[in-house]
Nanobody, 124 residues
Framework: QVQLVESGGGSVQAGGSLRLSCAAS????????MAWFLQAPGKEREWVAA????????WYTSSVKGRFTISQDDAKNHLYLQMNSLKPEDTAMYYC?????????????????WGQGTQVTVSS
């Protein structure tokens, strides 16, 4: 089992920055892929970015490329999402996810473990 706890959300004005964190505990050595997803009110959950825990390969959805950066600490117990140049359309609940068996990085079914989410609100 892996437990995930997000933090770092908040309210910012357009153009501002936030850094989300996700603390992982439990059987973290089994995790091979971690990701951030977002879910806006009334919409489906969407993939934002992913990172392979070994090797550090990263992937981003097109709408955040050049603005968001996903990273992990050396111990691989923390996942981060640095969000710059925030836009009102980035407003959503952001979720950290962890997968242990590989799969398509942008599909939610690839990930077994999920955090409770942290709210990001960007005002214009």
């Amino acid at each position: 089992q892996v437990q995930l706890v997000e933090s770092g959300g908040g309210s910012v004005q357009a153009g501002g920055s936030l850094r989300l964190s996700c603390a992982a505990s439990g059987s973290t050595s089994s995790v091979s892929l971690m990701a951030w997803f977002l879910q806006a009110p009334g919409k489906e959950r969407e993939w934002v970015a992913a990172i392979r825990t070994v090797g550090g390969s990263t992937w981003y959805t097109s709408s955040v490329k050049g603005r968001f950066t996903i990273s992990q600490d050396d111990a691989k117990n923390h996942l981060y999402l640095q969000m710059n140049s925030l836009k009102p359309e980035d407003t959503a609940m952001y979720y950290c996810a962890a997968g242990t068996t590989g799969g398509v990085v942008f599909r939610s079914v690839t990930y077994t473990y999920w955090g409770q989410g942290t709210q990001v609100t960007v005002s214009s």
